[in-house]
C-alpha cells in the first residue's frame, strides 16, 4: 500500500504559518493535498502535523490528519512517525510548501520501488543549465552513479572539475540538482529515525546523507518539471501568476 505524508508545521522563522497560507483562495496545504491525491499510485494521503490549527483546516476540507510530537526535530522524523499510524509499506513525503507539485512526477517517483525489490529510496532530480545554480549552496547536488544510484549529495558543486575552467564546467558533464521528492520503504524509513546523525548529515545540513551512511539504495528518477516552493511570503505571488499560466483551478483569485 502506498500512502502520502505532508508534513507541516506552523513555526517557521521565514513564514510563520506557512501551511495556512492562502493560494489563490485555499489553504496552501490544501492545494498540496489535492494534488497529492491525484496521483493514480497513491492510495491515502495524510497530513502530519502537531499544530490544531492545521488538522482543524484539513479535517474541515475532508482531508485525513495524523497528529506528532512537537519533539520531531526534522520533517522526515515528522513522516517516519506518521508512518508508524498508517499500514503503508511505501511511504512518499510530500513537501507542504509545494502547491503547484505534479501528480505525474510523484507517480514516477514511486514507480522504481514498485519495480524493483533492491530499491529502498527514490527521489527526483533535474539537469543542472545555471552555473549561478551550480555554484548556489543553497540548491543540492547529486552524484550519480551508473544504474542512477545515488553517490553523495552536497552543497558544494560536485564533481570538482580539476582540469576545466569553471564557465565550461555545464558544457563538459552533466550535473544534477536534487527535488525533495521522496519515498521510501517503510523498514528504511523507520531505519532513519532510530539512527543517529551523522558527521556528514551535520557537516552537509542535509538528512539524505544519513540514508546513505546507513546503506540505502536511493534511486533517482530524472525530470524536467520544477516545481516552486513558497519559502516566503513574496512566493505566493509567482506561485499564483505560474497557476494562471498553467490553467490550474484558481479559485477565488
Aim: some cysteine; overall charge negative; charged content about 25%.
Amino acid at each position: 500500500m502506498v500512502v502520502a505524508i505532508i508534513p507541516a508545521r506552523y513555526g517557521s522563522s521565514r513564514f510563520p504559518g506557512k501551511p495556512l497560507a492562502m493560494i489563490a483562495g485555499q489553504p496552501m496545504i490544501r492545494r498540496v493535498y489535492e494534488r497529492a491525491n491525484e496521483a493514480s499510485k497513491i492510495s491515502q494521503v495524510f497530513v502530519a502535523t502537531d499544530d490544531e490549527r492545521i488538522a482543524d483546516v484539513v479535517r474541515d476540507f475532508g482531508g485525513e490528519v495524523i497528529m506528532t510530537h512537537p519533539a520531531n526535530a526534522t520533517g522526515t522524523d515528522r513522516v517516519a512517525a506518521a508512518a508508524d499510524e498508517t499500514r503503508g509499506d511505501i511511504i512518499v513525503n510530500i513537501q507542504g510548501d509545494e502547491p503547484l507539485i505534479d501528480p505525474v512526477i510523484i507517480d514516477e517517483a514511486i514507480e522504481p520501488l514498485l519495480a524493483s525489490p533492491t530499491i529502498d529510496v527514490a527521489t527526483t532530480i533535474i539537469r543542472m543549465s545555471s552555473l549561478n545554480d551550480l555554484h548556489n549552496p543553497n540548491i543540492v547536488k547529486v552524484i550519480l552513479g551508473e544504474d542512477r544510484r545515488a553517490m553523495y549529495f552536497s552543497r558544494a558543486a560536485i564533481p570538482y572539475q580539476r582540469d576545466v575552467p569553471q564557465e565550461k564546467w555545464l558544457e563538459n558533464h552533466a550535473y544534477w540538482k536534487h527535488v525533495g521528492l521522496y519515498v521510501y520503504r517503510r523498514a528504511v524509513l523507520q531505519n532513519f529515525a532510530a539512527g543517529e546523525q551523522t558527521d556528514l548529515e551535520r557537516a552537509e545540513q542535509l538528512e539524505q546523507l544519513r540514508f546513505l551512511s546507513q546503506g540505502a539504495h536511493i534511486y533517482c528518477v530524472e525530470t524536467e518539471y520544477e516545481t516552486i516552493a513558497v519559502d516566503r511570503p513574496e512566493d505566493i505571488a509567482k506561485v499564483e501568476a505560474l497557476m494562471t499560466v498553467r490553467n490550474y483551478p484558481v479559485g477565488n483569485l
